[in-house]
């Protein structure tokens, strides 16, 4: 028996569990203190309405003999795939229903798209970057290739065509920075791609928050995109369903063999997302359903609007929170990444992710997210203010 030898180089802990027990251990000590969490990219609010009613009738469903699922299609029922289908056309996308592939998540697909592709593939990803993208490719022995993302290109990085790439991560809106592309951008990535004979593993999770109509939700809103691009999306951030699990990937026909292996793989490794999972899915793409999660988003946006004000009156660099949860910010008093959040969380109670985490490019950096109450976003940002206005 040999054991996977790639896992040796793979950081010790992963970044949010060092963050948790850093955490951990402050509480312990300080069990008096009131710590604010605004690390970690979960939402608080509850399911809606809509999505409730669904999965309560989808449970109704389960407990009758007529209406009784069993094992589902693994690439998810009809019903779902039509809604997100109507979804995409919603902006201007049109999809054959069998490009659409229902999944327990973004982050499931990020990684296991890899069975895809050889192990000699050259994978390029911005730094600083989610590290999952990093770490599945490092698990499977592939080489990885960095383009930096920094304050001088407002972390939203374009190709360099003197690079060869066969894999190109893009998060757009990005986390963890929260920059977006606009289409100029994204049409740059794309050309470059088809051109390398590349693919673009395009992570969408975030897109709920673009309002803005220069930036797009999805690359295939740009020219060429179904030759080059796969497109991973989540509902855990649209319509927090970080813990009931539900995403979709796009693999266009237009990509040839990649659409049937990747069904050839989801039907050999995967059993499909629960009836009654999809049902309270299909649920968020109604026009009630729409309208509510709106209102769920909103208060997320708001949130990241107290934040971004504060860091303005602080004079704090930053990028982010417009077309996403994430508010990226320069370390005041040109602290180290891990030097902030000890400090933040010593003397304000508050915590966020230090930038570090995310890549070289990410020191001196650090994240905080929109997605806590409004009520302690306020509290954490007049903590904030405190120390550095």
Known sequence: ???????????????????????????????DKKIIKLGIGDVTLPLCKKVIDAMHKAVDEMGVQATFRGYGPEQGYDFLRKAVQGYYKTHNVELDLDEIFISDGAKSDLGNILDLFNQDNTVLVPDPVYPVYVDTNIMAGRKVIFIDANGDNCFLPLPDKNVKADLIYICSPNNPTGAAYNREQLKAWVDYARGMGAIILFDAAYECFISDKEIPHSIYEIDGAKDCAIEFCSLSKMAGFTGTRCGYTIV???????????????????NGVPYIVQRAAEAVFTEEGQKEIKENLNYYKENAKIISETLKKCNVWHVGGKYSPYIWLKCPNNMKSWEFFDYLLENAQVVGTPGSGFGNNGEGYFRLTSFGSKENTVEAMARFEKLFG
């Open 1 to 31: 028996m040999n054991i996977n030898k790639n896992y040796e180089n793979l950081e010790q802990s992963y970044l949010f569990s060092t963050v948790a027990k850093k955490v951990s251990e402050f509480s312990s000590k300080n069990p």
């Open 252 to 270: 266009p026909n237009a990509l040839g063999k990649l659409n049937k292996m990747w069904l050839r793989r989801q039907t050999t490794k995967f």
